[in-house]
């Protein structure tokens, strides 16, 4: 079974400042995605990285695929409220496979 | 609609009862999938459907677990004689195809299940 640990489990910080969190595995996964939950409703995705070393940038945030795949970590710039919400990553074990692998996601408090 | 529907959003039933919870995927998406989200874990997969393919059951916890998605639209996932640890929110999610490198999944809001 491949597993996908992100950390920190829980993030509280104020409006403005920036923060990273990450998604590590022993494992090669063939893409990553990344998605956000917030309360009372679905995952919704943010990206996908498919190739190691890969960076992606979507408006303050941005994503990176290590080297390796195996791991990715996700930096947002000047946090805002509206950040606020789960942040899960999502493995892909190999191109083709339907089964993701979730981890168990950060919660992030944007403070206003 | 344009989204994926479940029904009911929360559920509530005395330990022992059977639930059944149902999935409206997006028009035109052939997989369809069951996660099940308990408190402080990620999302467990419980099963899959894609097409008229024999579904993938195989992350489903136990033999009162059963799922079945007719005419390769709406899904029912029941839950016979349930028990307090089945508590957690029930998501479904539907795909246009099977997850790849750029395969999304579109999660519905779930449906919210306790048991007293």
């Known amino acids: 079974t491949q597993l996908l640990e992100q950390s920190p489990q829980f993030l509280s910080i104020q409006e403005g400042e920036n923060l990273t969190v990450y998604c590590n595995s022993s494992?090669?996964?063939?893409?990553l995605q990344w998605y956000r939950q917030e309360p009372g409703e679905g995952p919704v995705l943010l990206v996908t990285?498919?190739?190691?070393?890969e960076v992606k940038k979507l408006k303050r945030l941005t994503f990176q695929f290590g080297d390796a795949r195996k791991d990715s970590s996700l930096h947002i710039t000047a946090a805002q409220p509206g950040d606020t919400g789960l942040y899960l990553c999502?493995?892909?074990?190999?191109?083709?496979?339907?089964?993701?692998?979730f981890g168990k996601g950060t919660k992030l408090s944007v403070i206003p | 609609g344009a989204g994926v529907s479940q029904s009911p959003s929360n559920k509530v039933t005395e330990k022992g009862k059977d639930v059944e919870l149902r999935c409206d995927p997006i028009?035109?998406?052939?997989?369809l999938y069951w996660y099940r989200q308990s408190l402080g874990q990620g999302l467990e997969f419980l099963i899959y459907?894609?097409?008229?393919?024999?579904?993938?059951k195989s992350g489903l916890p136990s033999d009162r677990f059963s799922a079945e998605r007719t005419g390769g639209s709406v899904s029912t996932l029941t839950i016979q004689r349930t028990q307090q640890e089945d508590s957690a929110v029930y998501l479904c999610?539907?795909?246009?195809?099977?997850?790849?490198?750029?395969?999304?999944?579109?999660f519905g809001e779930g449906s919210r299940l306790t048991v007293l």
């Open positions: 999610a539907s795909s246009r195809r099977p997850s790849s490198e750029v395969g999304e999944l579109f």
């Open positions: 494992s090669v996964f063939s893409s």
């Open positions: 990285v498919v190739t190691g070393g």
């Open positions: 999502a493995g892909n074990p190999r191109a083709g496979s339907y089964q993701l692998t």
């Open positions: 028009s035109g998406h052939t997989a």
């Open positions: 459907f894609q097409g008229n393919s024999a579904p993938d």
